[in-house]
């Protein structure tokens, strides 16, 4: 008999057949013939060249040889069905729609390179990239994942922390040469700042030194902006100083188009976290997804774990 006739199908045949002790059985759970039953396992038995049951009229059981051969088909469907869920989940992560919701900035200037990069990792994956600085609501709006700065209060939804995001205070090196040097907070108090809109506390500013003292001094400016994007733009353009999240202003930084004012000096940082819908979580395109995300926002300049 032909090796070749040692086929997972007839590996199986034989382990339904070890398992419940009745060909008869075998046959009714597997909707075909006992003949077709007894065959698989008379061609096994020829192929492997030993007997792997001993069969009564009352009863089978498993042969020495038997009883080895069931522990080694066990886990070589057990490898095989493993293989093939490790396929089908690779071939689910590769169709179908991920919907991400993230706060406009950060989301233009550093989120919406990873979709690329995770879509061309993924050529299947359609995303749908909302950028918003509003709290949505993930199930009514029907986003699996959201990107978001500041505490969070979204406790049905699963959540993923990715750190903080670091703060401090930017210029322009024209507007500091106008308006004089800028060594200690104090030297802040009369300079006009470009603030933010609907953020709480913007009306003053809290600075840590490094030996842990807290300078609080007044915040105020003629501009005031609703958006992280148009404050970089205030800076640039040397209307003002003024806090910004480091990977916001990181690369003006490093080309000279802006300066960290006070850098002995820190603020508070934000909470960066991601939700996931909890119904999307077991899709593994959206967990393929949200593990990608988080890696890419781990590297980024100014996000600390």
């Not at 709480?200 to 030996?211: E, I, Y």
């Not at 080309?255 to 508070?268: I, Q, W």
């Amino acid at each position: 008999m032909e090796q070749s006739l040692v086929s997972l199908e007839r590996m199986r045949t034989f382990v339904r057949i070890a398992e419940r002790g009745n060909l008869a059985a075998v046959a009714r759970e597997t909707g075909v013939g006992q003949s077709t039953v007894t065959r698989h396992l008379r061609e096994l038995e020829e192929a492997l060249g030993v007997s792997l049951l001993t069969r009564t009229t009352r009863r089978t059981a498993l042969t020495d040889e038997g009883a080895r051969y069931y522990t080694q088909c066990v886990q070589i469907l057990s490898l095989v069905e493993q293989a093939s869920q490790e396929m089908r989940d690779t071939r689910q992560a590769t169709a179908g729609t991920v919907r991400i919701s993230c706060t406009g900035a950060l989301g233009v200037l550093h989120v919406s390179r990873l979709v690329y990069a995770f879509q061309d990792e993924n050529p299947g994956i359609r995303v749908e990239f909302g950028l918003t600085d509003e709290r949505i609501d993930l199930v009514r709006d029907g986003v699996d994942i959201a990107i978001r700065l500041g505490p969070l209060s979204d406790c049905a939804m699963k959540l993923r922390s990715l750190g903080e995001s670091q703060r401090m205070l930017a210029a322009s090196p024209e507007w500091l040469r106008r308006n004089g040097p800028v060594r200690r907070p104090e030297d802040l108090r009369q300079l006009e700042g470009v603030r933010m809109s609907r953020v709480h506390g913007s009306d003053r500013l809290v600075l840590r030194s490094t030996s842990g003292r807290n300078h609080v001094l007044p915040f105020h400016g003629r501009l005031i902006v609703d958006h992280g994007l148009a404050a970089r733009d205030a800076f640039l353009a040397g209307r003002g100083y003024g806090p910004a999240h480091r990977w916001l202003v990181e690369d003006c930084l490093r080309d000279g188009r802006l300066e960290h004012v006070l850098p002995d000096y820190t603020l508070s940082s934000v909470p960066l976290s991601m939700l996931i819908a909890p119904e999307r979580t077991n899709l593994t395109r959206v967990r393929f997804c949200v593990d990608f995300l988080a890696d890419g926002l781990s590297r980024i300049a100014g996000i600390s774990r």
